[in-house]
């Protein structure tokens, strides 16, 4: 079974940090493009980062505004776990973090070009 399985939300302070972890399974996710996507109450999904590796190195990696310099993405060498470090929290970024992937895509930022979700992670800042 292809799947996606998020661990590491909960909630922290603002100011804090969190790094959320992504287990992909099923088969081997190494060329895929692999992401987080947020949807806070109320609101729509909304990108938040996205990354593709090639031979074990970063090939890019793509950050919404409103988490760059503050998240960074990563994977490791055989492209099954994800990561995503958050820091400098803000009560803004409380949302059910999703882990996404795709073996083709078109725009990182468009949640709905992502074939594969996993069932998310909650995130709570607290101010």
């Known amino acids: 079974q292809v799947q996606l399985v998020e661990s590491g939300g909960g909630l922290v302070q603002a100011g804090g940090s969190l790094r959320l972890s992504c287990a992909a399974s099923?088969?081997?996710?190494?060329?895929?493009?692999m992401g987080w996507v947020r949807q806070a109450p109320g609101k729509e999904r909304e990108f938040v980062a996205a990354t593709k590796w090639i031979g074990g190195q970063n090939y890019w990696s793509n950050y919404a505004a409103s988490v760059k310099g503050r998240f960074t993405i990563s994977k490791e060498n055989e492209g099954n776990t994800l990561y995503l470090q958050m820091n400098s929290l803000t009560p803004d970024d409380t949302a059910v973090y999703y882990c996404?992937?795709?073996?083709?895509?078109?725009?990182?930022?468009?949640?709905?070009?992502?074939?594969?979700w996993g069932q998310g992670t909650q995130v709570f800042v607290s101010s």
């Open positions: 099923g088969r081997s996710f190494r060329d895929d493009v």
């Open positions: 996404v992937a795709a073996s083709s895509i078109t725009d990182v930022r468009q949640p709905s070009q992502y074939s594969l």
